[in-house]
Structure formats: C-alpha cells, structure tokens
C-alpha cells in the first residue's frame, strides 16, 4: 500500500468519464493507473445486490496491487500491451453534464449545505446513460442494459480469493469449448495484461453484443497456453441485470413501479397455473409518484401476471423488463392480464 | 502501528467492517458522509477525494495511483 499514491473518491461529480469507466452498480471499484492518467488495472466485481462483497477479497485484491506495482516498474516500455485497457470516448465527459443530472448537481460536493444530496452515486451515471436512449424513445442499447459482464456469461466460475483463477468451467459452455480447465489463472486476453476479475470484465465489456473472437493466455502449473475465445452474437444478453440497484429506475420506467416474481411450481400448483405459462406475482406496487404508475393504472400487490404485451409463455422479471427496455418506448401503454383472485383484469401501464 | 493503518484502510475502503457499519447506521446520511472524510484523513496515507492533488503527488514521488472509488450509503 505504501508504494502507492491512495485516492479515496466518494462521489461521481466532477469525475472524468473518459478515464473512469467502471461497472457502475457497484459501491466500491479500484483503478490502479499512472500519474499519467494511463489505466494498469481495474479492481472490483460485483453480481448480487445483498452479497455486494462475493466476488471481492483482500487476497485478491492485494494479488491485483502486486502486479499493478510490476506493470508500474515496466512502464511505459508495455504502453502498447495497455492500450486498450484504457476509457473510451463518452457522450458526456462529466456525470453532471447529462441532462437527467445537470440541472441538481454540480462538479462538487456541498460540505456547507446538505452534503449528501449533492452527491452523484455511482449508479446514476448508468440511469443517465439509459435515459438518454428513452427520452428519445429508442430501445436502450444492450450494452447499457447488460454493462460488464462477469466472466459467468461465458461459462467461468472465478475464484474471488484469487487474482483472475477459475474455479469453475460450465459444461456446454463457450468457455468449455475454448478448453479452459479448472485452476487455469488468465494472464492476458487479447494482449492486454490481468490483474482481477474486474480486468477480465473490462475485456469483456469492450467487445460490443455482436460475434467477436478473443485469444485468452492462461497458466496453470508453470505452463501457459493461448485460448480462442468465440463469442456469438448477442452473447451479451446472458449477462443478468435484474441485481442491479439501477433495474428499479427500469421497473419504474417499464413496469411502471412494480417488482415482480416468477411463481415456483409449487406456488403455480395451488392456483392452479401450468408451469409453462406466464405467472409473474407483483410482490411490490410503488406508492408514490412515478413508481406509482402500475398502482394507478389498477394493479394491487398480490396480482399475478398472466400476459404481458401479449407474451403469455413463462418468462422471469428479468425477461419482461428486457422486453420492456426493448421494445416499449417511452409514451406507448403495455397491456396486462393479471389474475386477483378468480378474476382475470385488463391493465394498461404508460411507458416512461 | 503503520501495518495496522494500513490494513485498516483497506478494511475501509471494502466496507467490511461490520461493526462500523452499524455504528454510521445511526448516523443521518450528511453525518456519515462528514464521519468518512474525518476518518480517512486521519489515516495520513490517503488523499482523500482530490485526485489532481494524488496525481502530483504521483508525479513527485513516481509511485503509482490507486484510485478508490467508495460510495457511503
């Protein structure tokens, strides 16, 4: 830690989007980089919303600042091999220049006044990023609805006690087929050096949602080999969102403030619904404002969903959210079909 | 007592600290924002919120950044 310069940021004003690009669901994110600006390594995962520390670890996190201090004693001599480990241009430079923050925030935090209310969290500079697309009634693109995929999407279990080892390969998976095995440590993917989980969700992240090949090198036991990593297209959309602390902007936005559920079987059995249908329960209807919107429209806790824009196949929340994001703009009305009690009743929520 | 300040930074910046955080669980959302500013400024190693200050530091002494990014609940 003493070989480091340590930079405590506590709130996204005024922060540089085009060098701090980060998983922006998280609470707690680490850029080890030059004085320069130039990234070595990102540090920091996160895929449960209650288990925010699962994928971290001070193990793992001390393997990162070990070979962030080693990238450091090389530069710039590896210059090139860290290029693109580096942000990409942004629509907005700032979180406060985007229009669904500009006019609350400024570039700083109000020690004087009410601190806590000028501070831009991490995760609303994802929810300006979205909003942009639904203002303009556009289908939120799914890179911004499925951002930095862990390396699950491919079908790897990572061990989070350890720099970026597998502990696990998914049978079938893409990852399977590109040969990795249990205990394989990734080095590199497509030339650039890694140094945590985060660095391979980096890697992932700037390969788009269309097919694209990338060449994994791993270790394991001293020997090291190249992998051929295939991506097909829309591999993205395996990555899940619904954990996210900025899925409740996409309820209100899609669901119109509601939190829904998938029916067990058992549950589905006692009402006497198939296990193939759609049966999603609305567990929560928000009260005021625009999470308010289902509850105006009629919908009461307990209804269950029976179609949603005319799907009626079984389907998770995470699937009808997407839907929603997809395919219902901003000002268009989704008809529901709920079930409260022996009656069937016919909804519609307004898109925001 | 350095390695103590030390491993109690990074114990602060991942949030594992239970204790403390049901201790600020307590506090108002602008207190616990002030209590985390006083806090990290008193372990001397870190800057805190400032990173052009960290960047010249960076520069002056050629060590490298390490850019914490922690929200406050």
Not at chain 2, 47 to 57: G, H, P, S, T, V
Request: proline share 4%; net charge positive.
């Amino acid at each position: 830690m003493d070989q480091f310069v340590s930079v405590r940021m506590i709130q996204m004003n005024g922060v540089d989007l085009e060098t701090f690009q980060f998983d922006y669901d998280m609470t707690f994110a680490v850029f080890f980089m030059n004085a320069d600006k130039t990234i070595y390594g990102r540090y920091g995962s996160r895929s449960d919303m209650k288990e925010a520390q699962r994928e971290i670890s001070l193990e793992s996190l001390g393997a990162a600042l070990k070979n962030a201090l080693e990238i450091h004693q090389d530069y710039p001599s590896n210059k090139a091999s860290l290029a693109r480990k580096q942000g990409v241009k942004q629509r907005y430079k700032t979180p406060e220049q985007y229009p669904l923050l500009q006019s609350k925030y400024t570039s700083s935090l109000d020690y004087n006044g009410q601190v806590a209310k000028s501070c831009i969290h991490c995760h609303q500079v994802r929810e300006a990023q979205r909003r942009i697309f639904r203002d303009r009634k556009q289908p939120i693109p799914d890179q911004l609805l499925h951002p930095f995929p862990m390396p699950d999407v491919i079908g790897l279990k990572m061990d989070p006690s350890k720099k970026a080892q597998i502990q696990q390969v998914a049978p079938g998976s893409i990852a399977a087929r590109a040969g990795f095995q249990a205990g394989d440590s990734v080095e590199s993917i497509d030339g650039q050096p890694i140094i945590s989980i985060g660095d391979i969700q980096w890697a992932l992240e700037q390969t788009g949602n269309t097919a694209a090949r990338q060449v994994w090198s791993v270790s394991n036991n001293g020997s090291s080999r190249d992998l051929n990593v295939t991506l097909p297209v829309g591999w993205r959309r395996a990555s899940p969102f619904i954990w996210r602390v900025t899925s409740w902007d996409m309820r209100r936005m899609g669901f119109g403030g509601m939190k829904l559920e998938d029916m067990t079987d058992a549950e589905r059995r006692t009402r006497g619904l198939s296990s193939s249908q759609l049966a999603l329960e609305a567990k929560h209807v928000g009260q005021y404002g625009e999470h308010a919107v289902a509850k105006r429209a009629g919908v009461r806790k307990g209804d269950i969903i029976i179609a949603f824009d005319g799907v009626t196949r079984r389907a998770t929340e995470e699937q009808a959210l997407a839907h929603a994001m997809r395919r219902k703009m901003k000002g268009d009305t989704l008809p529901i079909t709920v079930l409260r009690g022996k009656q069937r009743l016919n909804f519609q929520i307004r898109m925001q | 007592m350095k390695r103590f300040l030390i491993l109690s930074s990074i114990a602060l910046s991942l949030g594992a600290a239970t204790a403390v955080q049901s201790a600020q669980s307590k506090l108002t959302r602008d207190q616990m924002v002030h209590k985390d500013k006083s806090d990290v400024q008193r372990i001397d190693e870190w800057i805190y919120n400032d990173l052009e200050q960290a960047r010249a530091e960076a520069r002056r002494t050629g060590k490298p950044l390490m850019v914490v990014f922690r929200c406050i609940p």
